[in-house]
């Protein structure tokens, strides 16, 4: 068999080759000299060396004529020094390669050590967090509580995020120890995912679990959905279930339902008190005292009703340090309808100028919430496009509404304008609801006290 290996070195390197053999036979022609025919009559003029020496037939000897000397001499002359000179630089050339070979080996070989070196680190890494894995794992079932919070807290780095998150999902529900489950809460929010942020808002919204726990989930819930693309949501509360009507007290200067809004969002609802004043607070406390109020004072009683889509229950409407960029919105009241059978309201322009005051006083940036009183149709539609369409997607959106209403034939909910002049003239809720959806605003609340208003839960 032939040496392949051999045949493609001699053919990468033919050049080298060729050069070589040439300069050492032109060395060797031209040392020769050139060749001699005996028959020529001019060798002596050819070749001084071999020449015989004349003498005269005198007493004084002649002198010796030196010829100049041929191209032959100097072409083995000049081919003695470009023999050296090319095969110097063929030296050179194959000690170049041969370097440049050896370079090439010991740098792989040299890769092929470090990328050894890593995978054996990597395998005693693996198997040591496996170790380490092991261990924790064993003290998260341990007795002491101080012993699994160490361990819930050192496990998040030995094991992949998504079986930690599951793993300390189940103890934040289910440890018997409220500082475990307190620690196993602050973990999770450290993730910042959907599916975390489902569980601690389970947890912000179960009342069997302490007041503590509740606040640590709402905070770590609102905290991943603001830093994150998770849709918050929408909060609606409403001051009537379906077909029931809303009313307004002189004593309480307006209705129940704005009267114990206004009141919660001061302050009244912040349960725990941390200063923040999450839907879920608001929505216990206006449905709980309004419910109290007209049972201990003989009042019909009209059932508020809340929806809310979206993932976190806990959003903050009112706190202390806003995680809002801006609030933004319309707090509308129409106490005028120029119709018959509807009657002139007293409360519905002072209970909105009241609660834009609370959000006023309780947000840095407000100059995109907007009070409108005894407003046309035109003019509400006009600023609440305006205000959805250069709203920020980091802002609290608030849409209030206290006036009449009116629900037609097919059902649909409409709010009487100021310039509502019959039972078909009006704000088509639909619509409303429409022009609110194109929002970029996270987290949207909206508020409406009027008759039959819990029928905008089919619309959302």
Known sequence: MFNY????????????????????????????GPIINKNDSTIESRNPEISTKRVDSGKNKPEEKKEPKDWWDKAAVISQFFAGVIIAIVGLRITYVIQRTQIKVAEQNSRAQIQSEELRAKEDRRLSQG??????????????EKVRE???IALRESVPSAIYESVIQIIAKNDESQTVRETAIKQLGVSGNENTSKTLGEIAFDKTKSISERQIASEAAS?????????IGTLVLTSSNTYETTYQLNELKGSPFTYFLIKGLKGAADFDENGIISGNE??????????????????????????????NQEIPIISKTSPYNEVVGLIIGIDIVNLQNFSLLQYSVSGASE?????????????????????????????????????SENSLFIFYF???????????????????????????????????KKSKSKVKALFIDTSYSGIIRGEM
């Open 355 to 391: 609660l834009y005051e609370v959000f006023k006083n309780s947000h840095k940036f407000t100059n995109n919430l907007k009070l409108m009183a005894n407003s046309t149709r035109v003019d509400i539609l006009k600023n609440l496009d305006d205000i959805i369409n250069n709203a």
């Open 223 to 231: 905290k991943i959905a603001f830093h994150s693309n998770i849709p």
């Open 131 to 144: 170790q380490l894995t092991g261990q924790l794992v064993q003290h998260l079932t341990s007795e002491s």
């Open 150 to 152: 160490i361990a819930i």
């Open 402 to 436: 206290s006036g009449h209403s009116i629900l037609d034939q097919s059902g649909e909910l409409g709010f009487m304008a100021s310039d509502s002049k019959n039972k078909s003239d009006y704000l088509s809720v639909r619509l409303i609801n429409s022009i609110i």
């Open 5 to 32: 290996t051999k045949i493609n070195f001699l053919n990468k390197y033919k050049w080298i080759v060729i050069v070589l053999i040439f300069g050492f036979g032109m060395n060797i022609s031209f040392a020769q």
């Open 282 to 311: 608001l929505r216990d406390y206006v449905f709980d005292n309004s419910k109290s109020y007209t049972l201990e004072n003989n009042l019909p009683y009209s059932q508020p009703s809340y929806f809310f889509d979206g993932i």
